[in-house]
């Protein structure tokens, strides 16, 4: 079975399948990539307790960087809030985000 949670026109922000959340990318508000990241990352816990899951629960992030200059930053923010001991399978690159103003968009796949 499939599950989709909170779906519109062109996505869903979650996706349900086989005891896995998928997640929709997640940006956030700030003019830091630092206070982008810690607001996109509150957006990420509240869309995986909404799935059933949970920080803990993560199995692999996906984070694309406007500027990989920003890499650190980001770092401090994401090292912080990842649960010792559980941290996910990751990935980062630079990529064009969908608005100049986004400094950093997070994908997160979770067991629920």
Known sequence: ??????TGQR???IV????????CGQVGDGATVAEQTRDCLGRVEALLEKAGSSPERMLQAI???ADMADFAEMNAVWDAWVPEGHAPARACGEA???RPDLKVEIIVTAAC
């Open 63 to 65: 984070i694309w960087l």
């Open 96 to 98: 064009k985000l969908a």
């Open 1 to 6: 079975m499939i599950e989709r949670i909170d």
């Open 11 to 13: 996505m869903s922000k």
């Open 16 to 23: 349900k399948h086989n005891g896995v959340a998928y997640l």
